[in-house]
């Protein structure tokens, strides 16, 4: 089974790509969004910077997107979504009408593109979620 990613856009520009690993979960900025003066952060807690941020969970900027409560578990029984799996369910709904500047878009290997960061496997340095 491949690892699940998706790439992260805002206000619908590449800004990076947000990854599944075996230790938790990996996002890193796009080169071409990185090298942009003029785009900001996708969140404050995730500074731009070349080096990939990683964590055991996935990032507070990312689930924070997800529906809560009531509308989660209606969101859930509807696509059939297991309500614990945070990073399929915003794979399945990130790219929809979400709220804020933020959507995600599962990749699948065939769509997976020059868009994204080119480094697939970047050199693991332990980071902190923030």
Do not use: H
């Not at 690892?3 to 979960?25: I, K, M, N, Q």
Request: with cysteine.
């Amino acid at each position: 089974m491949s690892a699940r990613r998706g790439r992260v856009l805002r206000r619908d520009r590449v800004a990076g790509l947000l990854e599944e690993t075996a230790s938790g979960f990996r996002f890193t900025y796009a080169d071409d969004y990185l090298r942009d003066p003029s785009q900001p952060p996708v969140s404050l807690t995730l500074p731009k910077r070349a080096e990939p941020y990683l964590a055991p969970v996935l990032f507070p900027a990312f689930a924070a997107l997800l529906a809560e409560g009531a509308l989660a578990e209606i969101q859930c029984r509807n696509l059939r979504l297991d309500e614990r799996d945070l990073f399929g369910r915003l794979l399945k709904t990130g790219a929809g009408e979400i709220p804020g500047s933020l959507q995600i878009e599962a990749i699948d290997d065939e769509s997976f593109d020059d868009e994204t960061p080119e480094d697939e496997t970047p050199k693991e340095k332990k980071t902190a979620a923030p």
